[in-house]
């Protein structure tokens, strides 16, 4: 069976100043990750290494993103991060200088656990 999703949480980070789609994903992804805790693994006795954490990074130019290095900032799971075009480039009239901002999902499944649940009458 194939696994499922058993959470998905969104993050945002951006680099003001030096155009840095890297810093700007590293900064989306940890919004991400600080914004959820897994309970689940205590309660039930799964120990991490069975998740998989698919991490999605939106930047206006993917091919920038070093997407080995942004998946070893996941602290638990077998995690991989795959980029593809979104967030936005904002230029400063002012100075000509280029925001950076990225968008992330973080994605983890599991196999499934439902033998490991049961409803009580």
Known sequence: MPDQRFIIEMGMGNDLHGMD???AARRAIEDAFRHSTLPLF???GIDHTEMRVQV???VQEPDKLNTTQL???LPRGRASVTAT???QNVTNPETGET???ATAAVEAFLPNQSE???LND
Do not use: D, P, R
Request: no cysteine; aromatic share 10%; glycine share 20%.
């Open 21 to 23: 789609y890297n810093k």
């Open 42 to 44: 205590g309660a039930i």
């Open 56 to 58: 999605t990074v939106g």
């Open 71 to 73: 998946a070893e900032l």
């Open 85 to 87: 075009h979104g967030g």
């Open 99 to 101: 925001l950076v901002i």
């Open 116 to 118: 490991k649940w049961s």
